[in-house]
């Protein structure tokens, strides 16, 4: 029985397919052939498996992916064991004899030089990241480990009206980050509803590309927030390290946490980990009175908690919307969905929404603009 080793890219034998093609080329055995082609039907590679395998290829995290995101040039002798790796597939699936059972592909196609697909994965990486890194744009951390979040919001920047000044805050502040000049940690705070969220998703995937990820840490775990700094520190990507709806009481263990989060990546130093949160005050600690007139020293107390929310170098508020402003969201949010309704009615219809709703906001807007866009792709009449 002929062997083919894989070194760099030897990962690709845990691929339950990959294995199996492996075995099929190296045994040349019916049953090796019977149980490739009954895996390659179930993950629908038959039409072209050599994207299959290149798309392994472009996902895998080893030496020569890690090197490149990092943009640096690999060893010459892990991107000698690369090369060597890529022709070996590409001489394995190029040569198949599949007697028809199914289609080669053209991705391994020798017109392309091994050294043409190792400079084309060099770009990409450099890009991309490797990896989890290039499939996901956002990640939780639990139990040590980055888990991938499937299917993250898609919104756009453009899906958020208004809040013009405080959107270019957080962008310009994100380009800083991303292209290593001085930066700041960034409290986002305001009412329910206002976007605050929204804005952080939105430069996620306005900055994917430029190798910007999410790391979301539920504010209940955050003793956790020294050593998820220390876990990405490895990796040659940004990460916003994502809080939500934060807020402690006085006397949290967990501000101990934060603050020492917050001074190790202070306005200035260059870092590949920035902390933004959400809250719906500006002041995240709790502070009672009772608690104050208790204390010794209570100005010392309040002040020390107080402070908290001053150790992010940016804090932008995202404020409640008055009339004229909430109704500047529904007419854009309307045109965009394409809801043809004459502005008197649009405008009576969305102030009876937010009237029945409690109050004008970003959210409100969008929840009554999808609503009236539903009734009316069904024909049914906009009235509430």
């Known amino acids: 029985m002929k062997e083919y080793p894989l070194t760099v890219l030897s990962a690709l034998r845990s691929d339950e397919l990959i294995a199996a093609f492996f075995k099929w080329r190296e045994t040349d055995d019916e049953s090796s052939f019977a149980d490739f082609l009954r895996l390659l039907y179930l993950r629908g590679a038959q039409d072209d498996f050599s994207k299959y395998v290149y798309d392994a290829v472009l996902y895998d995290e080893n030496p020569f992916s890690v ?27 190029c040569t198949a004899d599949p007697h028809g059972m199914f289609a080669v592909g ?34 939780r951390f639990d139990d040590g480990a980055l888990r991938p979040i499937e299917s993250p919001s898609p919104i756009q920047l453009s899906d958020l009206k208004n809040y013009e000044e405080e959107k270019k805050t957080v962008a310009q502040n994100i380009e800083n980050f991303l292209e290593g000049l001085p930066h700041s940690n960034m409290l986002l705070y305001g009412e329910r509803g206002t976007g605050k969220s929204s804005t952080v998703h939105a430069m996620i995937n306005r900055y994917y590309e430029n190798g910007l990820r999410l790391v979301e840490l539920s504010k209940e775990n955050m003793l956790v927030l020294s050593r998820l700094k220390e876990h990405l520190r490895a990796v040659p990507l940004k990460f916003i390290i994502y809080i939500d709806d934060l807020s402690l009481s006085a006397g949290d263990e967990r501000i101990s946490s934060l603050k020492a989060a917050l001074e190790g990546c202070a306005e200035g130093y260059t870092d590949n980990a920035m902390i933004v949160a959400t809250s719906n005050r500006r002041h995240i600690i709790d502070e009672k009175f009772s608690r104050r007139e208790d204390s010794v020293h209570a100005g010392d107390s309040m002040q020390e908690e107080l402070s908290l929310s001053d150790r992010f170098g940016i804090c932008v508020l995202f404020s409640t919307t008055n009339k004229e402003q909430y109704l500047s969201i529904v007419r854009q949010l309307a045109a965009d969905k394409g809801v043809s309704l004459p502005q008197a009615q649009l405008d009576l219809l969305a102030e009876r929404w937010a009237i029945v709703k409690g109050g004008r906001s970003p959210r409100r807007a969008k929840q009554f ?8 792709s069904k024909g049914l009449p906009v009235d509430f």
């Open 369 to 376: 603009v999808d609503l009236a866009y539903s009734l009316s």
């Open 106 to 139: 053209n991705e391994l196609s020798p017109e392309r030089t091994t050294r043409e697909h190792a400079e084309k994965l060099h770009d990409f990486y450099a890009r991309y990241g490797y990896g989890d890194f290039i499939r996901y744009r956002a990640f």
């Open 67 to 93: 090197a490149c995101a990092a943009k640096k040039t690999p060893s010459p002798y892990v991107e000698k064991a690369f090369l060597r790796d890529m022709e070996t597939l590409r001489k394995l699936i």
